[in-house]
C-alpha cells in the first residue's frame, strides 16, 4: 500500500479537513523521498513483535520508542497543543512516527515552498528528515495513536520558521534541496 499525499489548497478552512486542490494534485513517494521523506506500510497490529519494524529501528538506530495517544479526552489543553502542533517547525534530528490507530496529517514544505499533504493511518510509519519544515494536525476523526521512535534519548524541541541559519536547516537545504543555502 502506498502512502496517500497531495499538494495542498490553503485556504482558512479548518487545518483538519483534507484541503486538496480541484482536481486534486496527487504526490507520489517518489516526490516524497526527493524531499527526504522516508515511508514504510507495516502490520499495526504486529508492532510489538514485528521483525520489519525492528531490523527498520535497528538500521537507522532507533533506539528510543514511547506511544502517544492523541485526543481530545486523553490530552490535556488538547486544542492548544494542536495548534502548537500545526505551527510550522523544523526539528534539529529526524522525527520519526508509525501510525498504530487512528489518522491525521503531516505536512511538509516542498523545494517550491509549497505545501504538501501526507496522510497518516495505521500501519505507516514516516520519517521527516532534520530540517525540513513541516507541522502536524489530526484529521476529522480527532484520534490518532502514534509510536514516536529516536536516535537515542528524545529531544522535543521545534524551532518555529523562520530558521535559515539553525544547523539542521542548512544540512537539508544543501543536502536535499540542492540549492546555494542563501536561496532558501
Known sequence: MAIEAWFMQEN??????????????????????DLGVLYWNLDPDRYENDPELNKIRQERGYSYMDMLDLCPEKVENYEEKLKNFYTEHIHGDEEIRYCLKGSGYFDV???????????IKPGDLIVLPAGIYH????????????MRLFVGEPVWTPFNRPQGNHPARKGYVKSMLGMPLEAY
Open 12 to 33: 482558512d478552512d479548518d487545518q483538519r479537513l483534507p484541503h486538496q486542490k480541484d482536481p486534486p494534485e496527487y504526490v507520489s513517494s517518489g516526490q516524497l523521498a
Open 109 to 119: 514544505r516542498d523545494k517550491d515552498d509549497r505545501w504538501i499533504r501526507i496522510l
Open 135 to 146: 507541522r502536524f494536525t489530526l484529521d476529522t476523526s480527532n484520534y490518532i495513536k502514534l
